[in-house]
């Protein structure tokens, strides 16, 4: 009853205006002044956690950052050298992506983790591109996925087609022993007449390039050689030991397919770092943008409830002078 009591003394003078529904309307509805200020009439306190929690964000991502160029350094002479391994296949055996062959495996490379841009989308299309194009009624094409990343991506429309799924790769220190058992479980569990390797070819912090490495089985390359061409190239070579061409072939497409996944890992690692370091260099400096805009709006509500005690103490000294 005391609360009732008091709200009818409040709009008292409103009923007895000329206009009292025009009156207590003005009271419910803000001015277009009390508008015009309404970022002012946010509390100091919160306005001071946002500032702590954005502030905490900022250090969160320039460790991040930190963690990640140190990363980098260690990887990319290490990924800069594996190049040489695989080149002398290309220049052996030609890279012909545009073989046409009955069994297509894409080997999608991406990362465990995010934070990194978009460099696991990237090559997330293109393995759909890969597989809309080698897909059809006398083909077949299916998927072996390295990382996390892309398995959550690649799940979603083509779980049918995922043949293989590899995560962890970066869990332990990259060498070529752990890549080559992962590439020796793949040509185990997997019949291709075609791997097509899809990774991100590091070329420098804020650049990566998608790429697209084919690897033919023994079958398919003797077959080309036979058509003649660059692979034909094979014959004109004496072999020693007394094993035949296609055991050599054999030994050469696994080492092959080894030495070029052992530098697609390293050159994607690096792009993921090089990307994580620019996303969270983006990130600090938003961050602090967003200081910015929050240090001026709580020097505005401060100055705003500075403004309104000493309007309220002056008003109530010159009430007591009158």
């Not at 240090?295 to 009158?322: D, F, H, K, P, V």
């Amino acid at each position: 009853m005391a609360a009732l009591r008091r709200e009818g003394r409040r709009f008292a003078p409103l009923v007895s205006s000329p206009n009292p529904i025009n009156a207590i309307r003005s009271t419910l509805a803000p001015t277009e002044e009390q508008v015009g200020l309404g970022v002012r009439s946010i509390s100091t306190q919160v306005v001071r956690n946002r500032m702590k929690s954005v502030r905490n964000i900022q250090k969160i991502t320039k460790a991040m950052k930190m963690v990640a160029a140190s990363k980098l350094r260690a990887i990319q002479v290490r990924a800069e050298n594996s190049r040489g391994l695989w080149q002398p296949f290309t220049a052996l055996l030609g890279d012909t992506p545009s073989v046409n062959v009955k069994k297509n495996v894409i080997v999608t490379i991406s990362s465990d983790k995010g934070l990194c841009g978009g460099i696991n989308s990237t090559s997330v299309k293109i393995s759909r591109a890969l597989h809309k194009i080698n897909s059809g009624p006398d083909t077949e094409c299916k998927y072996v996925i390295l990382g996390e990343k892309g398995k959550a991506q690649l799940i979603r429309d083509s779980k049918k087609d995922i043949e293989l799924i590899m995560t962890e790769l970066q869990k332990n220190f990259l060498n070529y022993t752990q890549v080559s058992v992962l590439a020796d479980d793949i040509l185990k569990n997997v019949e291709f007449d075609a791997l097509r390797i899809v990774f991100n070819k590091f070329q420098s912090v804020v650049s990566f390039l998608p790429t697209t490495a084919t690897v033919l089985s023994p079958e398919i390359v003797e077959r080309e050689s036979e058509a003649g061409g660059k692979i034909g190239d094979l014959d004109s070579y004496e072999i020693e030991g007394g094993e035949t061409k296609s055991e050599v072939l054999q030994n050469l497409a696994e080492f092959q397919f080894s030495c070029v996944m052992f530098n697609a890992v390293l050159e994607n690692a690096c792009s993921e770092q090089g990307a994580r370091m620019s996303a969270m260099d983006s990130s600090s400096r938003n961050a602090g943008d967003m200081l910015d805009r929050l240090t001026l709006t709580y020097n505005r509500t401060r100055q705003a409830s500075i403004t309104t005690e000493l309007i309220e103490i002056i008003s109530g000294a010159s009430a007591l002078e009158g």
